[in-house]
C-alpha cells in the first residue's frame, strides 16, 4: 500500500474514533437513549413515518426521559406526562428556553416573542400579553370580533347551497381576521387578493415545515443549508409576508396617534419611542417584525387547522355532531348567537372541542432546548381510557360535567403555553356552535371510509383535504 494512502486512511480512522469518544462521554452527562454514528447520530433508527413515530417507538425501550441524536446535535426526549409537566411546570424557569427550528432561523434569527430568549424574550412576552389584554383578549370585544366574523362566515357558507366544498380556506379566513383586527386593527374581505395570497402563504408554509423533508433538513442543517430545497422555498414565503408587515408597519407610523393606539403595531411603536434612547432596549424594527409575523401565523393556522380537524372528525362520528346540536337546541336555541356565557351551561361541547383538541394533536413535538412530546401526554393510557379513539366522554365525568385531566396541553404547558390559548378557545366555541346552530354538516363520503391520517406530521400536523357539505337547519 503506498504511504500516502496509509496515512491517508489512518489520518480518517483518527478522526473517527475522535468522534466516538466525543459521543461516548457526552452521553455520560444525558438520559439513556440508543447509541449513536458519528455525524449521523440516530438516523439509522428513526422511523420511515417522521420524527413523531420515531420518538414514540423509542420510547417504549428507553421510557419516558431518553437522549436522541438529531445528526450531531443530542436532544433530551420528554415523553411521559408527568416528565412533561415535572419540567415544563416545577422548573418552569430552568426549561424555559426555546430551540431553534433549522428551517425558519435564517428569518427569525432568534428575534419576536416566539424565537427569542432570555430577557429578550422576556420582555416581548410580558409587553405582548399586557398588549393583547389590553386590546381585548379576555375582554368583551374580543368575543364582539369573533361572533361578527361567525355571523360573516354563516353568511358565505350559504352561499353554497349545501354543495360540497373545501372549507379549509373559510376557516382560514376567519381566524386570521380575529388576529387581524388585534395585529393590524383591521378586518380583511374574503376576496381581498392581499389577504388571500397571505392565507395562501401560510398554509404551504406550515405544510412544508412538517414535511418530511423539513425533518431531514432538522437532522443536517450545517449542511444541507448550503443547497436548494425546502427550506429555501419556506424562507422565500416567509419574506414575502414580512414585506407585506412591513408596509404595514410604514402605514402606522404615518398616521400613529399617540393618544388613541388602535393596535398591537401602534402600541409597540410607541414603546420603541418611550425606548428609543435606551441602547439596550428590545423594542426595535426587528423584534416588532418577527413578533407580527409570529402573532400573525400562529393566530391563524392553529385555529384554522383545528377548526379543519374538527370537522373532518364530525363527519367521521356524526352521532356526536347531533349531540352538540341537541346541546346548542336546549342552552342557545336559533334565534340568537351563541356567547361565552353559554360555555359552562354546554359540558358536551366542551368535551368534544377538547377531545378534537387532542385527538388531532397539532403541535406534537414542542420546541423547548429539549423536546417536549406533547403527543405522548394527549394521548397517554394512563390519562385517556382508549387514546387512540374519539371519545368526547375522555372530559366528562359520570354525572355529564367536563373534568379536568392533566395531560391535556393541546398549547403546551409552563411559561412558554400559547400566548393566544384563551382567544384560541374562544373562537373554538364560539365558531363551532355558530356553525352547528345553523347547518348540519354530511360528507360525499361514507363515515367508515373518511380517513384521518394527517397530511404532513412533523412539528405541525396537517389534516387531510377533504368535501363537506353545509346544509341550512
Given at each position: 500500500?503506498?504511504?500516502?494512502?496509509?496515512?491517508?486512511l489512518?489520518l480518517?480512522?483518527?478522526?473517527?474514533l475522535l468522534l466516538?469518544?466525543?459521543?461516548t462521554k457526552s452521553?455520560g452527562?444525558?438520559?439513556?437513549?440508543?447509541?449513536?454514528?458519528p455525524?449521523?447520530g440516530?438516523?439509522?433508527?428513526?422511523?420511515?413515518?417522521?420524527?413523531?413515530?420515531?420518538f414514540m417507538?423509542?420510547k417504549?425501550?428507553?421510557?419516558d426521559?431518553?437522549?436522541?441524536?438529531?445528526?450531531?446535535?443530542?436532544?433530551?426526549?420528554l415523553?411521559?406526562?408527568?416528565a412533561?409537566?415535572?419540567?415544563?411546570?416545577?422548573?418552569?424557569e430552568a426549561?424555559s428556553?426555546?430551540g431553534?427550528?433549522?428551517?425558519?432561523?435564517?428569518?427569525f434569527?432568534?428575534?419576536?416573542?416566539?424565537f427569542?430568549?432570555g430577557?429578550r424574550?422576556?420582555a416581548?412576552?410580558q409587553?405582548?400579553?399586557?398588549t393583547m389584554k389590553d386590546?381585548?383578549m379576555g375582554?368583551?370585544?374580543?368575543?364582539?370580533?369573533?361572533?361578527?366574523e361567525?355571523?360573516?362566515l354563516?353568511?358565505e357558507l350559504?352561499?353554497s347551497?349545501?354543495?360540497?366544498?373545501?372549507?379549509?380556506?373559510?376557516?382560514?379566513?376567519?381566524?386570521?381576521n380575529?388576529?387581524?383586527?388585534?395585529v393590524f386593527?383591521?378586518?380583511?374581505?374574503y376576496?381581498?387578493?392581499q389577504?388571500l395570497?397571505?392565507?395562501?402563504?401560510f398554509?404551504?408554509t406550515?405544510s412544508?415545515?412538517?414535511s418530511?423533508s423539513s425533518?431531514v433538513?432538522?437532522?443536517f442543517s450545517?449542511?444541507?443549508?448550503?443547497?436548494?430545497?425546502?427550506?429555501?422555498?419556506?424562507c422565500?414565503?416567509l419574506q414575502?409576508v414580512?414585506?407585506y408587515i412591513g408596509?404595514?408597519?410604514?402605514?402606522h407610523?404615518a398616521?400613529?396617534?399617540p393618544?388613541?393606539?388602535?393596535?398591537?403595531?401602534?402600541?409597540?411603536?410607541l414603546?420603541?419611542?418611550?425606548?428609543?434612547s435606551?441602547?439596550?432596549?428590545?423594542?426595535h424594527d426587528?423584534n416588532?417584525?418577527m413578533?407580527m409575523?409570529?402573532?400573525?401565523?400562529?393566530?391563524?393556522?392553529?385555529?384554522?387547522?383545528?377548526?379543519c380537524y374538527?370537522?373532518?372528525l364530525l363527519?367521521?362520528?356524526p352521532?356526536?355532531?347531533e349531540?352538540?346540536?341537541k346541546?346548542?337546541?336546549q342552552?342557545?336555541?336559533?334565534?340568537?348567537?351563541s356567547t361565552?356565557?353559554?360555555?359552562?351551561k354546554?359540558p358536551?361541547t366542551?368535551?368534544?372541542?377538547h377531545?378534537?383538541?387532542?385527538?388531532s394533536?397539532?403541535?406534537?413535538?414542542g420546541?423547548?432546548?429539549?423536546?417536549p412530546?406533547?403527543?405522548?401526554?394527549?394521548?397517554?393510557p394512563?390519562?385517556?381510557?382508549?387514546?387512540?379513539?374519539f371519545?368526547p366522554?375522555?372530559?366528562l365525568?359520570?354525572?355529564?360535567?367536563?373534568?379536568?385531566n392533566?395531560?391535556?396541553?393541546?398549547?403546551s404547558i409552563?411559561?412558554?403555553?400559547?400566548?393566544?390559548?384563551?382567544?384560541?378557545h374562544n373562537?373554538?366555541?364560539l365558531?363551532?356552535t355558530t356553525i352547528?346552530?345553523?347547518?348540519s354538516v354530511?360528507s360525499p363520503?361514507?363515515?367508515k371510509?373518511?380517513?384521518l391520517r394527517?397530511k404532513?406530521?412533523?412539528v405541525?400536523?396537517i389534516?387531510?383535504?377533504?368535501?363537506?357539505?353545509?346544509?341550512?337547519?
Amino acid at each position: 500500500m503506498e504511504p500516502s494512502v496509509l496515512l491517508l486512511l489512518t489520518l480518517i480512522m483518527g478522526f473517527l474514533l475522535l468522534l466516538i469518544r466525543g459521543h461516548t462521554k457526552s452521553r455520560g452527562y444525558l438520559p439513556p437513549g440508543p447509541r449513536p454514528l458519528p455525524l449521523l447520530g440516530n438516523l439509522l433508527q428513526m422511523d420511515r413515518g417522521g420524527l413523531l413515530n420515531s420518538f414514540m417507538q423509542l420510547k417504549k425501550k428507553y421510557g419516558d426521559v431518553f437522549t436522541v441524536h438529531l445528526g450531531p446535535r443530542p436532544v433530551v426526549m420528554l415523553c411521559g406526562t408527568e416528565a412533561i409537566r415535572e419540567a415544563l411546570v416545577d422548573q418552569a424557569e430552568a426549561f424555559s428556553g426555546q430551540g431553534t427550528t433549522a428551517v425558519v432561523q435564517p428569518i427569525f434569527k432568534d428575534y419576536g416573542v416566539i424565537f427569542a430568549n432570555g430577557e429578550r424574550w422576556k420582555a416581548l412576552q410580558q409587553f405582548s400579553l399586557a398588549t393583547m389584554k389590553d386590546l381585548g383578549m379576555g375582554k368583551q370585544n374580543v368575543e364582539v370580533w369573533i361572533q361578527e366574523e361567525a355571523r360573516c362566515l354563516v353568511e358565505e357558507l350559504r352561499k353554497s347551497q349545501g354543495a360540497p366544498l373545501d372549507p379549509t380556506f373559510l376557516f382560514q379566513c376567519i381566524t386570521a381576521n380575529i388576529i387581524c383586527s388585534i395585529v393590524f386593527g383591521e378586518r380583511f374581505d374574503y376576496k381581498d387578493r392581499q389577504f388571500l395570497r397571505l392565507l395562501d402563504l401560510f398554509y404551504q408554509t406550515f405544510s412544508l415545515i412538517s414535511s418530511l423533508s423539513s425533518q431531514v433538513f432538522e437532522l443536517f442543517s450545517g449542511f444541507l443549508k448550503y443547497f436548494s430545497g425546502t427550506h429555501r422555498h419556506i424562507c422565500k414565503n416567509l419574506q414575502e409576508v414580512l414585506d407585506y408587515i412591513g408596509h404595514s408597519v410604514e402605514k402606522h407610523q404615518a398616521i400613529l396617534d399617540p393618544n388613541n393606539p388602535r393596535d398591537f403595531i401602534d402600541t409597540y411603536l410607541l414603546r420603541m419611542e418611550k425606548e428609543k434612547s435606551n441602547q439596550h432596549t428590545e423594542f426595535h424594527d426587528q423584534n416588532l417584525m418577527m413578533s407580527m409575523m409570529s402573532l400573525f401565523f400562529a393566530g391563524t393556522e392553529t385555529s384554522s387547522t383545528t377548526l379543519c380537524y374538527g370537522f373532518l372528525l364530525l363527519l367521521k362520528y356524526p352521532h356526536v355532531a347531533e349531540k352538540v346540536q341537541k346541546e346548542i337546541d336546549q342552552v342557545i336555541g336559533s334565534h340568537r348567537p351563541s356567547t361565552l356565557e353559554d360555555l359552562t351551561k354546554m359540558p358536551y361541547t366542551e368535551a368534544v372541542i377538547h377531545e378534537i383538541q387532542r385527538f388531532s394533536d397539532l403541535a406534537p413535538i414542542g420546541n423547548t432546548k429539549v423536546y417536549p412530546i406533547l403527543s405522548a401526554a394527549l394521548y397517554d393510557p394512563q390519562y385517556f381510557e382508549q387514546p387512540d379513539t374519539f371519545n368526547p366522554y375522555h372530559f366528562l365525568d359520570a354525572n355529564g360535567a367536563l373534568k379536568k385531566n392533566e395531560a391535556f396541553m393541546p398549547f403546551s404547558i409552563g411559561k412558554r403555553i400559547c400566548l393566544g390559548e384563551g382567544i384560541a378557545h374562544n373562537e373554538l366555541f364560539l365558531f363551532f356552535t355558530t356553525i352547528l346552530q345553523n347547518f348540519s354538516v354530511s360528507s360525499p363520503v361514507a363515515p367508515k371510509d373518511i380517513d384521518l391520517r394527517p397530511k404532513e406530521s412533523g412539528v405541525s400536523k396537517i389534516p387531510p383535504k377533504y368535501q363537506i357539505c353545509f346544509l341550512p337547519r
